[in-house]
């Protein structure tokens, strides 16, 4: 009989834990699992996704954030004059697909963490073919650049950083390895990366890419404003953005919930459309080490006015007529850039924080330029 009692209280035993495990298990669902955008969700953002927004008064592109609500968590140390502080990291997993023909690296700091609670994962940008000054890789700072005064102007650009990264074990997080060189532990004035917020694709696919051209059409068609995709041209023209391929532009979200039956759902008003990849900015080159190099962006025009009619350099964009709403708007906010730069020089301390001149020429050179491409588009007038 005792025998009996026992087995009986084992099986007992053996179901209440199942059933405990199945219903911890039902609590808990979607809290381990990643949620997906649905194909909905991807056509809604190509109708509504916004290139523009007017920039937030606070921001610094010095520093990389607003001074009124201080960096975004998990973001990397810079000090005063938006200098990266050194960055000692340890290799982190690789996402399951990686973009790009340049080698990259993913890494993780103990203890840094998002708003969420989960581990911050930077990708670094490294000198892939030597340190030595003519071989850096140009787009480490490029991509700085366009980020830091695409935000400054009122468009959407990934967070970037340039500083020194230690990282001993990285070389198992490489995307591709190095030309020229050996993977090296230290890592001078690296790129570092953070996505602006969660890609769109459909199903967990990693495919949030989106063609230029077509994206900028569609929306205008679904309604955007005509004067933000002229002026979001014009500034592609500006910086020389010159891989247009699909991979390098993208439909991301700012703000996007978890829902119970395992999709993501982006909150109204927050997808946006723009540049992931800006590596091939401020004078292009089919060379990575002649990138971002000032002899290469010199000289370039954004807009050509001919008998009152406005039209743009950029390349891939489509319809390359501007209208004078859109120069408008670019002009006025690079009016404001201008204007810093008279009081405060913040266009010259910008090009100091990208560290471009330690391979390349003087900040002070580089903000003549800027400032003659600004007054390209300030002083033109688009009458037809």
Known sequence: MKHIIGAVF???SVLIFASGQDAHKKQ???????????????LTAERTAKVYRAPEPGYDP??????????????????QNGRGNPVNCRAADKPKKVGGTLPKFYCSVAGNIDEDGDV??????????GQSRDKRDG??????????????????????WVADVTCPDCEKSLTKPFQGAKYAAFQPAAGIELSIGDGI???????????LSQSLDKLLLSGAPMAEIDAFKLWLAFIDHDDTKSQNQKFACLDSHKNNDG????????????????????????????KATLALWKGKDPIKVSGGKCTTTAKGVGDTQISEEGRELLAANLQRLLDAEAQNGLITRVFKASRNDERDQPAEAWTAEFIRKAKTIINAHCTR
Do not use: W
């Open 139 to 160: 787009e480490v700072y490029g991509e700085f650049l366009s980020s830091r005064f695409s935000k400054a102007l009122g468009f959407f650009a990934d967070d970037e």
């Open 10 to 12: 084992v099986v007992c």
């Open 28 to 42: 808990n669902a979607g809290k381990d699992t990643k949620a997906c955008f649905t194909k909905e969700a991807r």
């Open 201 to 211: 694709d459909v199903g967990c696919s990693d495919d949030d890419t989106a063609g």
């Open 120 to 129: 911050v994962r930077y990708k670094v940008k490294p000198h892939f073919k």
């Open 62 to 79: 010095v520093l990389g954030y607003d001074t009124a609500s201080g960096p975004r968590p998990g973001a990397p140390q810079v000090d």
């Open 263 to 290: 999709t993501r759902t982006c909150e109204p008003g927050q997808a946006i459309f723009y540049v992931s990849d800006m590596g091939s900015t401020f004078g292009s080159s089919t060379a990575s080490e002649k």
